[in-house]
């Protein structure tokens, strides 16, 4: 462990007290949640993405050093192990160099090399390697000459050792290292293609870039066009480079033998060395190119789930469409499910008038605060119809109502799917659908986290990565969202359960048997009553269950049980009660710290000051919500049309998703513009994600309005913003 400690406290920058702390708790069962929270004074406060990809290097250098000790037995089973083979091999710091090393004793199908072997030509092919030849090469072959071996004349001979040859150099590690690094250094991607159909990949019909270079999304829509036979890729270099660097290293300056070797490296290069480096750089950029779309992937999905929920407002969700009319569900303000019906307001039928008379009926039956707009077919349409009935409310009433427009991705997938059947097995699938949209503006994450992450829509090139690969990082990132904001033991759902810290879905399902048996809980410590709920698992997941009904307050708060003794000495020497904390009466406690200070504080409770930290930071505002200090969405009461939009109109727009070259942003048209990351500030942008996320509110200035191709480009640029 302590040479993998050394090396990821290297390659991350940190103590290696850090990396070890983190290996012996993850080793010692906990997770990466658990270790963010409730652990910083081991890990030095590490966050839980620092930890994730701690986890998934230390995941890596295993298996490395796994792959070396398999491939150090099988040579030694050989008898061909050496000192100095072992240290080489030790001494590998990429998969890719132990295989390198490896290949020349890996079992291989009949080559030809292994052919010109059975014919007894290894020797010769020696003989010409070694450069100590001063003979007739020719007339040495002859001698080599087999009737019954199979070889038929000197050329024969000579050939075939030339075969052996070829492979021998193509297995030189060193080699195969020097060729990679030219490739990687001067290597291009090169894709020529055509269609008799317009395409998406017409930019690549005739493309180069170089190999050090190409970004994550070029690499995975060059793959998916070769993928559909519309693009040949290749990957090219100075073959002469290479050919000349090999003569250099076997050429022996022997007239006799030179001439078959240099032979030998150019089959060598052609056949064997090139087609092999090629494939293995197209999959190392493959890997890239995944890494890049899961790492947007991540970050999208992580800002998408963790915006802000819109609390306490009684919401009519509206999942938009055309001939079979507009599903609308209304829930009260704490999610619950209250009446349904179906408009139909746009094409074929275009009953507005009726629309709007059934829409004002349940607004006014349950005083509907905001309405929730699928942003899916017939949505810009629906718009129109939703400022009127605005409009009118507001007229007759004088009722303030609003709409926001939410991403309908993946509703159609939960309102089909055996979780939603369950949860609503009375309700039509379509009416599922609205009320999943609904819920999407009270609570984004509880609601999101029940739909597979790939279908919410915010990817890029997501189904051309490794499906297990993403789905893992996704998991991941869900986990740490759900941990970060915390459930409400009582309410929650198995699937919300099931992302909680220890927390698998049987024990989910049995934490909500449990409540359904006997009741909801009554504090924390009951789910030690929980069947296969054990002390490890209680350890993982208290900190992050909610109980708003528990006699102890610190149930209600992100407090571990393991801390309350601490947090309550605490209360004690700032001369708080519990009384206090329950009524939320703790506004003054910073200036309260402040008299001892937290380090002194920190030593008398013998806590470290990072826990001391958050213990203050949690019971000054029990049940608090981290998402809500974030911005709202935007609330609209009006519409606007692509054709009302004009170059150097300023709008404030929500960031829908990222990409690697720049994000789409809705402004209330329907069609998401593109802010490419050159129009993202007034200087260099390396990544759309360094300035914006999912869900950010962001003023823009449109550039150009491209209507026929439904193209709209933006700027954020601040000097144009500005004019």
């Known amino acids: 462990m302590n040479n993998i400690g050394n090396r990821l406290a290297q390659e991350f920058n940190l103590k290696i007290n850090q990396v070890e702390n983190f290996i012996e708790l993850l080793d010692g069962g906990n997770t990466v949640p658990f270790i963010a929270r409730y652990r910083k004074e081991a890990t030095g406060g590490l966050d839980d993405i620092t930890l994730r990809k701690l986890s998934e290097r230390l995941a890596y250098l295993r298996n490395l050093d796994e792959r070396k000790a398999d491939v150090i037995r099988l ?7 050496t000192e100095k083979l072992k240290l080489n091999i030790e001494a590998c710091e990429t998969l890719t160099e132990v295989e390198d090393i490896y290949r020349p004793f890996k079992p291989k199908k009949r080559t030809r090399a292994i052919i010109a072997q059975e014919k007894g030509l290894k020797p010769l092919a020696e003989t010409i390697l070694s450069g100590q030849f001063s003979g007739d090469i020719k007339e040495y072959a002859k001698s080599f000459i087999s009737e019954e071996k199979g070889v038929n004349s000197e050329e024969e001979a000579l050939q075939g050792a030339m075969d052996i040859i070829s492979e021998i150099v193509s297995d030189v590690a060193d080699y195969r290292k020097w060729i990679r690094s030219l490739v990687y250094r001067e290597g291009f991607v090169e894709t020529s293609g055509s269609s008799d159909e ?9 493309y180069s870039e170089a190999v050090k270079t190409i970004p994550s999304h070029r690499i995975l829509a060059i793959n998916r066009g070769e993928k559909e036979k519309i693009l040949s890729v290749k990957i090219t270099v100075d073959n002469e480079k290479i050919i000349q660097y090999l003569n250099i290293k076997c050429l022996k300056e022997n007239k006799q033998t030179d001439y078959y070797i240099a032979e030998a490296i150019k089959d060598a290069v052609k056949r064997l060395i090139y087609p092999s480096i090629e494939r293995e750089i197209r999959a190392d950029l493959t890997e890239k190119g995944e890494q890049g779309a899961i790492e947007i992937f991540k970050a999208n999905l992580k800002a998408l789930l963790m ?8 919401v009519l969700g509206y999942d938009p469409g055309f001939r079979t009319g507009c599903k609308i569900a209304v829930l009260d303000d704490t999610g619950k499910f209250l009446d349904q019906a179906t408009v139909y307001a746009t094409a074929p039928q275009n009953d507005i008038e009726g629309s709007i008379k059934i829409l ?5 039956k349950y005083d509907v605060d905001v309405i929730s707009l699928g942003n899916g077919t017939a949505s810009r349409e629906s718009e129109e119809v939703l400022a009127r009935l605005i409009k009118e409310v507001k007229e007759e009433r004088g009722k303030e109502l609003y709409y926001v427009v939410v991403s309908e991705a993946g509703a159609s997938v939960y309102s089909a799917s055996e979780l939603a059947s369950k949860e609503y097995p009375d309700v039509n699938v379509s009416i599922r659908g609205a009320i999943s949209i609904a819920r999407r503006l009270q609570d984004p994450l509880a609601e999101l986290i029940k739909i597979d992450p790939k279908s919410i829509g915010v990817g890029q090139y997501q189904h051309d990565v490794t499906s297990k690969k993403l789905d893992e ?7 740490d969202c759900v941990n970060s904001v915390g459930v409400d033991l009582n309410i929650a759902t198995p699937s919300l359960l099931s992302y909680i810290s220890g927390i698998n879905s049987t024990i989910a399902q049995n934490i909500v048997a449990y409540r359904e048996e006997n009741g909801k809980f009554r504090n924390r410590k009951e789910l030690l009553k929980v069947k296969r709920l054990g002390d490890k698992a209680f350890e993982q997941c208290a900190g992050f269950l909610r109980v708003m009904e528990s006699d102890e307050p610190l149930d209600n708060t992100s407090v571990h049980p393991e801390s309350y003794k601490a947090a309550k000495e605490l209360l004690s020497i700032l001369g708080y009660t519990m009384e206090d904390l329950r009524n939320g009466k703790l506004n003054d406690i910073d200036e309260r710290v402040n008299v001892d200070g937290i380090k002194s504080l920190a030593e008398r ?16 505002k029990p049940g608090r919500d981290p998402r809500e200090e974030l911005p709202k969405p935007i609330f609209k009461t009006g519409v606007i049309d692509i054709t009302q939009l004009k170059p150097g109109m300023v709008l404030m727009g929500t960031v829908r998703n990222v990409a690697d070259f720049g994000a789409f942003v809705d402004i209330g048209v329907h069609q998401d513009g593109l802010v490419h990351k050159s129009q993202m500030a007034d200087r260099y942008v390396k990544h759309p994600l360094d300035v914006v996320k999912v869900g950010d509110i962001v003023e823009v200035r449109v550039l150009e309005v491209d209507e026929k191709r439904k193209r709209i480009s933006l700027s954020m ?7």
């Open 75 to 81: 040579i030694e089973e050989q008898g061909k192990l």
């Open 198 to 206: 317009p395409t998406p990949y017409e930019m690549y019909y005739n």
């Open 307 to 314: 915006q802000p929920p819109i609390k306490g407002k009684v």
């Open 360 to 364: 004002k009926e349940l607004v006014y």
């Open 473 to 479: 990082s996704l998991k991941g990132v869900v986990e």
């Open 605 to 620: 409770l013998y806590i470290g000051e990072p826990t001391l930290r958050d213990i203050i930071k949690e019971i000054k």
């Open 717 to 723: 640029k601040k000097e144009e913003i500005i004019q």
